[in-house]
Each structure stands twice: as C-alpha cells, then as structure tokens.
C-alpha cells in the first residue's frame, strides 16, 4: 500500500535557502502535511511549518505545491503519480520566517484599517435580519484567512511597492461583507477606492481559484464592490442630485 | 544573565480561542492594559473546529424555552456532578453573550422572523443552539478577533497606537507562570516561536484559556495546540485541577483514512436528521437508552422520525442521546462484530435529506468527506467511531469570578474545570467560553485594580534553564517517539472504556515515559548556531519537547482519577464499574502536584442550592442523589 515519494522541500531562512530533497514513506490516504510531519519526526526534527486543525478549517498550512498556492492538509497524496517529485515552497508573497513558514504580518497590518462593524443604535437582541440577506456576507465570512489569495494576488505577488496601496482580495472581500452586512450603517465605498486599492485589481480570478473554501471571492465580492464604487462616484444623476440636494450622500467613513 | 524583554501588563490572557479573547476584550473594557498570549497565529485557534452551535435558551425557536430549561439539561448532561453554579450562570447569561456578538458584527443563520435560527442538539430539550452553518466556531474566533481589532481602532485614535491597551503576542507560547516571595501570580514566562527568544511578561492578574488535553491521545479531534499547557501551569504553580478522570470522546469522529482518523464529524448530522446504522442496517441507537432517559426518547423509528417535526407529540431520537451514551454504544458495535469496514458505524443522512439541503446545512461536512475521504455525503452515508475531544476537567475555580485557588490565577473555558460535571452536552462550548471568558475577564481586572508585583530574578532564571534543558542535552531521545507512546499508551489504557488493571499498567507505563521525558534531546536547527540565553528560531522539535511537559503530568492526573473512580458517569466508564453511584456523586477528585508529583485527594461537593433543586422533579433526582440529598419537605 505504501510508498516512497520523492519529495523537494525549501529549507533555510530569510538570508537564504535552497531545495532539499528526501525519500519519505507515504500511505493510502494522506495529505502532504502528513508527509511533511512525517519528515519532522524523522529526520529533519527542526523543519519549520505551521498548521493547526488539520482539516481545512484554520488556514494555517498554506504553501506552495507544485508551483501551486494549496493548504497542505487538504492536499492529497493521491492527486500525484508514485514517481512524481512533489516540491513545496513558502508562499511567495510574503517574506520568509524559516523552511515553509512566513511573516504574514502584512495581511494583519490590512485588516486594523479597515473600519470595523457598525451596527448603529440597535441595541444587542434587537437585531432582525432575513436569511437571505445575511447570507451574501456569510459566504465572505466562510474566509479562513490562509491569506493564499492575497498570496496569489499578482498586483502583490511580484510588486513590494504595491503593498502599502493594496489590501488584497482577503480584505477587499472584508470591505464588501461590511457593505453588504444588513445591519451595518458605515460607508466604506471611497476608501475601498482610495486606501485600500479596489482599483488595482483586474478581475483576473485568480484569488477565486485558490480559495479553499471556493468563496467567489471576484464575482461576489469584488466586482459588486467595483459597481457600488461607480454608483457612489461617478453616476451623473448621483452627483446632480447631490450637487442641488435632493440626493444626501452617507457620511463616509475615514480608515481606521 | 541575558537580556530577556519584560513586558509589563495589568491583565495576560494565555490563550486566543473564544474563551482567551473574549477574557480580554472585557479586560480592556474595564480599561485594563491586556496582553493575549496565543500559541498560534491571530484567529486560528481551536475554536474554529467548532462546528454545531452555541446553546442559549433564547427561546427563537421555541417559546418554551429559558434558563431553567437549559439548566436542567446541562445538568442532566453532566450527570449532576456539574459545579451547579457555574451551570446557573451559563444558561443565564448565554443569551446576552450571544446578542452581544450580533451587535459586534456576526452574521448567525436566522428564523423566518428575522431572529438568530436555533437547531436542535443531543441532550437539549429545544432547538437551542445559534449557529451558522456547520461553521459556528469560525463565526464565533472571527467575531472574536474583529471586535479586538475594533478596540485596538479605538486605542489607534486616541493614543496613536494600536496596541496601547490590547495587543496580540502571535506564536507565542507560555512554559512557567511566575510567582513572588508571597505566593502571588506576577507573571508568565514564554518564549517567541518565530525568534526563540524568551520574554517575561509581569503581571498581577493571569487568565489560563488555554484549552483542552487532547494531543495526549492518539486518536483526538483536537488540534496541535491542545496539550494541556494550562492545565500543567496551573498545577505546577499550586493551584488544583477537578473532574479530571472525565473525558469526552464525541461519537462521531472520521474513522478513514487514516490520516484524518478522529477528525470531528458534527453532531448537527444527526440533529437535523442523520441515523446511525451497524452493518446490518439497522438503527441501533434504539437499544441502547438507559435507564435515566427512558421516558424521554423515542421506542420506535416511527416516533423518532416524527420528533423533527412535531416535537411536542413525539420523543428524541435516540441518536440525540448525550454524546457518551452514543460513544459507548458505538463502541459496543464495533465490538460485537457489526461494525463498518474500517471500524466504526455508519452515519447516514444521504438517504434522510435532499443533496441540496445536506450541502445547505452541513456545507464544511460535505466539503471535508469529499476532499478528504473522497466521499459524497449526499449519496453515501460516513463512516464514523469516537474520537477524544474535550476534557470536562480543568483548573478548580470560582464560579462567579473565574478565580482559581493561587491568588492571581483565572482561567476560563476549557481549561476550566467543574461546568460541564462528567459529560458535556454539545453546544454548550461556545457558549460556556463567552460567559465564563467575560466572568473571568472581570474577576482578573477586578484583582489587578487593587494588587501590584514584582517578578524576582530567580523565577525568571529557573523558567530559562528549564527551557533550555532539552536544547542544550547533548543526547537524550527523539521527542516525537516519545510523544507517540504516550498517546499510544493513553488510547490503550486510558482510553473510553476503562478497567483497574490496565489503569494501574497506565500508571505504570507513564511513570517510565516521565524519565523519558526528561531525558529528550532537540537537535540543533541546520545551519544556524545556538545562542546564548535563547531558544531556536521556529523549531518545531524543541517545541513539542517543551510540551510534553505538559501532556505528561495532564496524563497522570487523568490516569490517577480515573483509577480511582470506582463508577461509570459520562466520561468516565469503567469495565469493572459499569454503574453510576449516588455516593461517587457527591465526591470530585481533586488533583495537585507536589514536588513533581501527582497527588490526588476526594473532596466533597458543595450541595445543590434549595430553589435549583426544585427544578426538578423528585423521582428524577432520586436516580442520581443519596437519600440524605433529597429536598426535606419531600422526604416522609
């Protein structure tokens, strides 16, 4: 039932690193992190990796498969041929702490900016919210924040100096589930634009293909939030009607 | 000596799961300067593997609900050797912590009315438990997580800094809690996963919300995190720990592959509508209810089937007992020969709900068994067996303010011992982390206001030696080996079903796996040198020998009660004592450690109060109390 797989793993730190390839025993049924934890607790004790749950729930284990950004728990040992080089990598995106594991602290700095829920007046218990309603935003909160979309990102992916212009998918996504919250009375509309860099992104998909728990993050998120940014800047009649007051525009709500 | 960064702290939270964030957004509510420890990234705790619900007898579903009601349950769950205070408290106060988490931002499945939706669970008389999906727990940790952000916002507009009165020490893990000359908390020790560097955090008040003891058995739900770090600081800083010889295995844990043997399987399956068959096809749930729930469970397929929608003429599906009831009947199961192929029961609900309800309700179920048994769960049923999940036991502490018995010391969640007496019912988790994570939030502040310390020098410099320990040995075993015995050893000998002998082999076993133990060596990361004063940068070899630590004395302690118990009650059934005994009841076992060892004692429990008790009926509580228990008027 067992074999052997070949397997290259990026060992080093952030100066530097390189490819190192093992010999590791793999069973029916397993994942890649159990052949790296397999690794672990045989001959490389000090390879560094991050996981949790082990079931696709937590997003800790994200890296890069075959070129491919994957959580490792869920990615199955049966999806390769026997005789394939399996070759895992750090996220690309975001710098490296040691072996798989990287300084995420970028996608945490991006989400303290964004203002956060506002219910208003309504005091606990007094909430009504239809099901459907509350489940456009719940689809966004399905995020298990493994960051592999805005690791994906390519305004991000090979552009540093984007960083501090672009929130990414993660929190671009995070934008449009509090617009889209029924209860939520803030308006993100023109720092989704101005800080967060809803402009940038191009509607590629490629966050949407990653993404483990297949939210749309693109057509869902995204470009629904692309759309209210037009409706809120540049509708003729929106601005017209504001200009001569019959339209009062929301408060908007500054970065936090 | 080294420099080693000091922090300075009003209250420390170890621990970022429901219970340690909810601990210190009160904390800084009550405008204490608070420090929450988490042993892994921001949002990633336990928590997310959470999937049913939160209990709270809102009365959405059904008007018929309230406290009492809730009470009663948890009682009932808990086989009366719950802390009946702390389960006062939880089922009055859950509705407020749930309401307050929709004015934080979260977005619960609603009622045709607008309200948060309740589903049913076993052991609860209602439909009773807010949820989201099958994916409560995520709700919960990111609700969590974004109301901290949300405070930190507040402190970034008035003092320019985000974490000026609550910050996030990210992979960060505590190995001693620290003590002063008069035998006071003032402090906890840790070390900096990323760098390796060690860091002191000084502090009146410390709140253990740690989490559970599950990585010291093989097959456990649990995540890596969960080896019992706050039960062991607790114990090695003098504080005593209860219940310890309870702990749950949930009935449906996955059974294949083997890789993801013991992975949660919710229960939700069978509260909206799943059934448990044996090879033989047969629901065998029926023959399997004991003597204190017959009137309360359906006889027959017939009734049981109508309960979903007529509840009030119809009883519970027995599928719905208390998850140590279904345990134990699984196991029988499997041991009579009935079993799946690959040892556990068949969970079935392909064949009870529509491909598109099954994916509606149980969307990370179906997600899970396609990608990684590779089964479709609305067209075959699972394959599940039981699974080690929680520890009802955990650190002795106040009901009303979470405070433990070393001045200083909290703890809340499942850490915490007394809530859930032997067996907990599902859903009440989340729950009982809001309420006692707030509890204990307060009681920490509350102390912190009136007391000031100092760590002295020496504290400090046992903590780093002793961390260092496995690091520097030049020999010494690979930690991975030892920490397979142990779960090995625990899951045979310690595991759902329990008998004398192979208690004492227990006891036995892990009494040499302590001298190993000690004796486990790291070594040192390629390609860097050690450093003087610190630890090794992200070195996961040296981490887990740090945890075993841990893991071992939690072991012993279970083991040690569990020898000791001559009953079976929830989470504890033991072979040789297959009955439930009304005087064991009265007694918890309380466990200490003494010069490294140990030591466990009987303690009497503090009976019920008079107005609690009669929420019962007589001839139910003449099933669990001594005679001299019994309400006075009642008694002839």
Known sequence: MGYKAKFRVWRGDAGEGELKDYTVEVNEGEVVLDVIHRLQATEAQDLAVRWNCKAGKCGSCSAEINGRPRLMCMTRMSTFAEDETVTVTPMRTFPVIRDLVTDVSYNYEKAREVPSFDGGDVKPGEFRMQQVDVERSQEFRKCIECFLCNNTCHVIRDHEENKEHFSGPRFLMRVAELEMHPADVADRRQIAQDEFGLGYCNITKCCTEVCPEHIKITDNALIPMKERVVGRRYDPLVWLGSKIGIVKRDKETPKA | MTDIERLQYDVVVIGAGGAGLRAAIEARLQGKKTAIISKSLFGKAHTVMAEGGAAAAMGNANPNDNWQVHYRDTMRGGKFLNNWRMAELHAKEAPERIWELEAWGALFDRTKDGKISQRNFGGHEYPRLAHVGDRTGLELIRTCQQKIVALQQEDHKEFGDYDARLRVFAETTVTRLLKDEQGRICGAFGYIRETGKFVVFEAPAVVLATGGIGKSFKVTSNSWEYTGDGHALALLAGASLINMEFVQFHPTGMVWPPSVKGILVTESVRGDGGVLKNSDDKRFMFEYIPEVFKDKYATTEEEADGWYEDPDNNRRPPELLPRDEVARAINSEVKAGRGSPHGGVFLDIASRLKPEQIIKRLPSMHHQFKELADVDITAEPMEVGPTCHYVMGGVEVDPDTAAALVPGLFAAGEVSGGMHGSNRLGGNSLSDLLVFGRRAGLGASEYASATTVSVPESEIEAAMAEALEPYEREAGENPYTVHQELQQTMNDLVGIIRREDELEQAIEALGKLRERVQNVAVAPSAGASPKEGQGPAYHPGWHLALDLRNMMIVSECVARAALERQESRGGHTRDDYPKMSA??????????????????????????????????????????????????????
């Open chain 2, 583 to 636: 005087d064991w009841r009265k007694v918890n076992l309380v466990c200490r450690v003494r010069d490294g060892v140990v030591e466990l004692k009987r303690q009497d429990m503090e009976p019920m109060r008079e107005d609690l008790l009669s929420l019962f009926e007589l001839d139910e509580l003449q099933k669990y109390l001594t005679e001299g228990e019994l309400p006075a008027e009642e008694k002839n």
